[in-house]
């Protein structure tokens, strides 16, 4: 099995999910005789959104690439960010690095293009839902990406960070969501909705979601499961 490589803390609670997850589900497939090797590189979580928040990409990119080469470096040979917003920097990673990384958008594009799907919304960060990065590989798909208004952009934004970032979920913020979906699905006729951020989640499910869901995390760990396990020997 090969090594897996996670730059984790952006946030702590996605990381969490990573870890545990990738134990617990590998453990159960195996019967129990194996447990992955896991290296986690955890960023200054502060650090990297002030060079978000700053546009200043090419300091981003930087910090993230160094993780990236100590994992490398560690013998890690899966290695991802566990964070959509992260990929803002993606092709600059993968020309720093040298490193084939498993990408968030790729994986649940192609789950979207499995399932049929030619309309998604998409929920994140303000970055993830303003900026192309995770729309990119949506649209050469040819499938339609849509974001909900500017005052509800801003409002999953604040939830995100005040809330779920900190391990806060709210009942108020799940109904604030559900409304969101709700309105994107009835005024733009969206089939599923992308939950773009490692955080949301906690919150929202297929469950208590009003269309279908398109987990990034639980997309992202079946892919990195799967690359870990095959071929695993080489």
């Not at 200054?44 to 990409?57: D, I, L, P």
């Not at 590989?137 to 970032?165: C, T």
């Not at 773009?196 to 990195?224: K, R, W, Y």
Request: charged fraction near 30%; aromatic fraction near 6%.
């Amino acid at each position: 099995m090969k090594k897996i490589g996670l730059v984790g803390g952006t946030g702590p609670e996605s990381t969490l999910m990573y870890y545990r997850e990738l134990n617990t589900r590998i453990d159960r497939m195996t019967g129990g005789k194996e447990m992955p090797d896991i290296a986690i590189e955890s960023v200054n979580f502060r650090r990297a959104w002030e060079y978000v928040e700053k546009g200043q990409y090419d300091l981003l990119a930087d910090y993230l690439a160094e993780k990236i080469q100590s994992l490398a470096a560690g013998g890690a040979k899966v290695i991802s960010l566990t964070a959509g917003t992260m990929h803002v920097v993606m092709d600059e990673l993968l020309g720093k690095t040298k490193t084939d990384l498993v990408s968030i958008p790729q994986a649940v594009c192609r789950e979207a293009q499995r399932r049929g799907y030619r309309k998604v919304g998409l929920l994140g960060t303000i970055f993830t839902m303003e900026k192309e990065y995770m729309k990119t590989d949506f649209r050469k798909a040819g499938i339609e990406v849509v974001i909900p208004e500017k005052a509800d952009r801003e409002l999953v934004a604040r939830r995100i960070l005040e809330e779920l970032e900190n391990g806060i979920v709210k009942e108020s913020t799940l109904k604030e969501f559900q409304e969101i979906i709700r309105k994107m699905k009835e005024q733009e006729g969206i089939e599923a909705v992308v939950l773009g951020c490692t955080e949301l989640p906690m919150i929202l499910n297929e469950g208590n979601s009003p269309v279908a869901v398109l987990d990034s995390v639980e997309i992202h760990i079946q892919e990195l499961i799967k690359i870990s396990i095959e071929d695993g020997n080489q």
